[in-house]
């Protein structure tokens, strides 16, 4: 009987003969995906610097008939008013190792579980993209920001377990981590993590490399 290791193996090489050369704009987008897991086509807009999405729209849409990206939209989605969000399939494993300079295989092997993604997690992803994108047109040049799947690999093993959602500098001298909390965990959870993090920093633990 076939592994699924095997499985995996065989599909990915199989992905290899199936690469097609993308634009540099694709690249770029795909980049942002891999960094924010996933992305709606206003948010994607607004980081190139993109006036009408329509245009995003296309792009992505032509991503998705590649295989690299998937869609995540249905009829609740018009209800609700909620944006189709787009994330990596594994076809795209092999574009980010050959593109990404430290790309997270451990970040890689979550592609697989995706389209089982809830919609809490979409959200805590999408608050992580607009705030980075806030910070961005504050701070412009000097701000560097890294998410979790940046930071998911042994590079930052230093850093506080579990990772925090991203982290950032501005004029790499102020350091900052993000937390993102939503009402579903409690305040004393919250709270608990709060004082993980500035533990971690009191210690002596904090460490830039």
């Known amino acids: 009987m076939e592994r699924r290791g095997e499985r995996r193996e065989r599909r990915e090489s199989r992905d290899k003969k199936q690469i097609r050369k993308l634009t540099s704009k694709q690249r770029e987008v795909m980049k942002l995906v891999y960094q924010f897991r996933f992305a709606t086509s206003q948010l994607l807009a607004e980081h190139v610097h993109q006036t009408h999405t329509q245009t995003m729209h296309a792009l992505l849409t032509t991503l998705v008939s590649y295989g ?24 795209a494993i092999h574009f980010f190792r050959t593109h990404i300079d430290g790309c997270s295989e451990r970040e890689l092997k ?29 701070y412009k040049d000097r701000l560097h920001f890294w998410t979790k799947p940046m930071l998911n690999t042994d590079t930052y093993d230093h850093f506080p377990t579990p990772l925090p959602d991203a982290h950032y500098t501005i004029d790499a001298t102020s ?12 305040v004393g959870i919250h709270g608990r993590r709060i004082s993980a993090l500035v533990y971690y920093d009191e210690s002596g633990d904090w460490n830039y490399k």
């Open 175 to 186: 350091h900052f981590f993000v937390e993102y909390f939503d009402s579903a965990v409690s």
């Open 68 to 91: 690299y990206l998937a869609k995540r939209y249905d009829s609740s989605y018009r209800l609700a008013h909620r944006s189709a969000e787009y994330y990596a399939t594994p076809q």
């Open 110 to 138: 979550q592609l697989y579980a995706r389209p089982a993604t809830s919609v809490r997690f979409i959200d805590r992803s999408l608050a992580i993209f607009r705030l980075y994108l806030s910070l961005r047109h504050i």
